[in-house]
T-cell receptor, first 115, second 110 residues
Framework: DAGVIQSPRHEVTEMGQEVTLRCKPI?????LFWYRQTMMRGLELLIY????????DSGMPEDRFSAKMPNASFSTLKIQPSEPRDSAVYFC?????????????FGPGTRLTVL | KQEVTQIPAALSVPEGENLVLNCSFT??????LQWFRQDPGKGLTSLLL?????REQTSGRLNASLDKSSGRSTLYIAASQPGDSATYLC?????????FGTGTRLLVSP
């Protein structure tokens, strides 16, 4: 398996622009997670899905952030409008509850810079 | 609210040394605990997962232990190598949600 795939790997945008981050989980996994990593706050869970349904979005910082999972092999995290404080590395992870006690596998991340 | 602390924040050792990284958590009601490795500019690689009912897990030169009652886990690295240089993160799971520590940055010198 190719592992969790994220795109783009790097994104530079200007304040006010819309940003869309993409994730393809490991095939067969039933949980998908979006995390954000910053120097100040470390790694934080933003939202997670089970079987394409959002379960907990309490970590989403503001209404400017939204996430969707239209099918089992694709998810997006959208920021609209983007602000400089959104600059961070965004990770997607997936897991399979029935295997390995829900061990999470992470993608390479998207480094977002908002100017 | 679960809080995870890792000590030390940074560690520098010569090649060949055995070393211990520490992780503590405030709420013992956990589902599992994972240790990850993160190389600069890279994603997270899962190293070991310990179920809440287990005491330890081993993989090669790595051994992780878990003491739920005291809210502690340790990652033991035997015979360290320069390739072990990275940031090590522990994360505890209350079933699905992982709460991460701030990490220990390890440098192993040749």
């Amino acid at each position: 398996d190719a592992g969790v795939i994220q795109s783009p790997r790097h994104e530079v945008t200007e304040m006010g622009q819309e940003v869309t981050l993409r994730c393809k989980p490991i095939s067969g996994h039933d949980y998908l997670f979006w995390y954000r990593q910053t120097m100040m706050r470390g790694l934080e869970l933003l939202i997670y899905f089970n079987n394409n349904v959002p379960i907990d979005d309490s970590g989403m910082p503001e209404d400017r952030f939204s996430a969707k999972m239209p099918n089992a092999s694709f998810s997006t995290l959208k920021i609209q409008p983007s602000e400089p404080r959104d600059s961070a590395v965004y990770f997607c992870a997936s897991s399979l509850l029935a295997e390995r006690y829900n061990e999470q596998f992470f993608g390479p991340g998207t480094r977002l810079t908002v100017l | 609210k679960q809080e995870v602390t890792q000590i030390p924040a940074a560690l520098s050792v010569p090649e060949g040394e055995n070393l211990v990284l520490n992780c503590s958590f405030t709420d013992s009601a956990i589902y599992n605990l994972q240790w990850f490795r993160q190389d600069p500019g890279k994603g997270l690689t899962s190293l070991l997962l310990i179920q809440s009912s287990q005491r330890e897990q081993t993989s090669g030169r790595l051994n992780a232990s878990l003491d739920k009652s005291s809210g502690r886990s340790t990652l033991y690295i035997a015979a360290s190598q320069p390739g072990d240089s990275a940031t090590y993160l522990c994360a505890v799971s209350g079933f699905q949600k992982l709460v991460f520590g701030t990490g220990t940055r390890l440098l192993v010198s040749p």
